[in-house]
Protein backbone atom coordinates (compact mmCIF):
# COMPACT_ATOMS: atom_id res chain seq x y z
CA UNK A 1 0.00 0.00 0.00
CA UNK A 2 1.24 3.45 -0.82
CA UNK A 3 2.68 5.34 2.00
CA UNK A 4 1.89 9.26 2.52
CA UNK A 5 4.63 10.87 4.42
CA UNK A 6 3.31 14.19 5.71
CA UNK A 7 6.82 16.12 6.82
CA UNK A 8 4.45 18.83 8.49
CA UNK A 9 2.76 16.59 10.59
CA UNK A 10 5.31 14.24 11.09
CA UNK A 11 3.26 11.73 10.24
CA UNK A 12 3.37 8.62 7.31
CA UNK A 13 -0.01 7.73 6.62
CA UNK A 14 -0.74 4.19 4.36
CA UNK A 15 -3.69 4.82 1.77
CA UNK A 16 -5.04 2.46 -0.63
CA UNK A 17 -3.86 2.55 -4.06
CA UNK A 18 -5.46 5.67 -6.22
CA UNK A 19 -6.81 6.78 -2.94
CA UNK A 20 -7.49 10.64 -3.07
CA UNK A 21 -5.58 12.50 -0.55
CA UNK A 22 -8.72 14.85 0.88
CA UNK A 23 -10.23 11.68 2.01
CA UNK A 24 -7.11 9.92 3.59
CA UNK A 25 -6.82 13.84 5.41
CA UNK A 26 -10.89 13.51 6.49
CA UNK A 27 -10.02 9.92 7.77
CA UNK A 28 -6.44 11.28 9.82
CA UNK A 29 -5.81 14.66 11.55
CA UNK A 30 -3.66 16.36 9.39
CA UNK A 31 -2.50 19.80 8.33
CA UNK A 32 -3.86 20.31 5.39
CA UNK A 33 -6.71 22.96 5.31
CA UNK A 34 -9.39 22.02 2.55
CA UNK A 35 -12.03 25.02 1.78
CA UNK A 36 -13.92 24.70 -1.72
CA UNK A 37 -12.54 20.84 -2.55
CA UNK A 38 -12.51 21.76 -6.13
CA UNK A 39 -9.85 22.97 -7.01
CA UNK A 40 -11.10 26.44 -6.92
CA UNK A 41 -9.70 28.14 -3.51
CA UNK A 42 -5.75 27.18 -3.07
CA UNK A 43 -6.19 26.62 0.56
CA UNK A 44 -5.03 22.81 0.15
CA UNK A 45 -1.74 23.68 -1.61
CA UNK A 46 1.08 21.20 -0.79
CA UNK A 47 4.61 20.77 -2.05
CA UNK A 48 5.19 17.09 -3.74
CA UNK A 49 9.21 16.65 -1.83
CA UNK A 50 9.32 13.05 -3.31
CA UNK A 51 7.24 10.73 -5.82
CA UNK A 52 5.79 13.10 -7.86
CA UNK A 53 5.62 10.59 -10.06
CA UNK A 54 3.49 8.31 -8.32
CA UNK A 55 0.37 11.65 -8.25
CA UNK A 56 -2.54 12.15 -10.42
CA UNK A 57 -1.96 13.70 -13.40
CA UNK A 58 -2.80 17.47 -13.00
CA UNK A 59 -6.20 18.50 -14.94
CA UNK A 60 -6.57 21.57 -16.61
CA UNK A 61 -8.45 23.72 -13.69
CA UNK A 62 -5.55 23.04 -11.28
CA UNK A 63 -3.57 24.10 -13.71
CA UNK A 64 -4.83 27.59 -14.40
CA UNK A 65 -5.24 27.83 -11.24
CA UNK A 66 -1.76 27.20 -10.13
CA UNK A 67 -0.50 29.35 -12.58
CA UNK A 68 -2.68 32.09 -11.17
CA UNK A 69 -0.90 32.02 -8.54
CA UNK A 70 2.58 31.33 -9.32
CA UNK A 71 2.70 28.17 -7.50
CA UNK A 72 6.23 26.33 -7.47
CA UNK A 73 6.71 23.50 -10.11
CA UNK A 74 5.92 21.22 -7.01
CA UNK A 75 3.31 22.03 -5.42
CA UNK A 76 -0.03 20.76 -5.82
CA UNK A 77 -3.68 21.19 -4.88
CA UNK A 78 -3.93 18.26 -2.08
CA UNK A 79 -7.74 18.24 -3.05
CA UNK A 80 -6.72 16.89 -6.87
CA UNK A 81 -4.82 14.43 -5.92
CA UNK A 82 -4.99 10.78 -5.52
CA UNK A 83 -2.01 8.72 -4.51
CA UNK A 84 -0.16 5.37 -6.00
CA UNK A 85 2.50 5.05 -4.64
CA UNK A 86 4.93 6.59 -1.81
CA UNK A 87 5.06 10.30 -1.73
CA UNK A 88 6.60 12.82 0.91
CA UNK A 89 4.84 15.92 0.77
CA UNK A 90 4.57 19.28 3.55
CA UNK A 91 1.95 21.80 3.69
CA UNK A 92 2.37 25.14 1.10
CA UNK A 93 3.34 28.15 3.19
S1 LIG B 1 -9.80 22.85 -1.24
FE1 LIG B 1 -9.93 24.57 -2.56
S2 LIG B 1 -8.38 24.20 -3.98
FE2 LIG B 1 -8.35 22.40 -2.78
Redesign the pocket.
Known sequence: MPKVNILTDKKIIEVKDGYPL?DMCEDHDTSI?????????????IKIIEGEQFVSPMQDNERD?LETMAAAPNER????CKVSGDITIEVSE
Request: with cysteine; proline share 0%.
Open positions: ILFGCRDGACGACMFLACQ
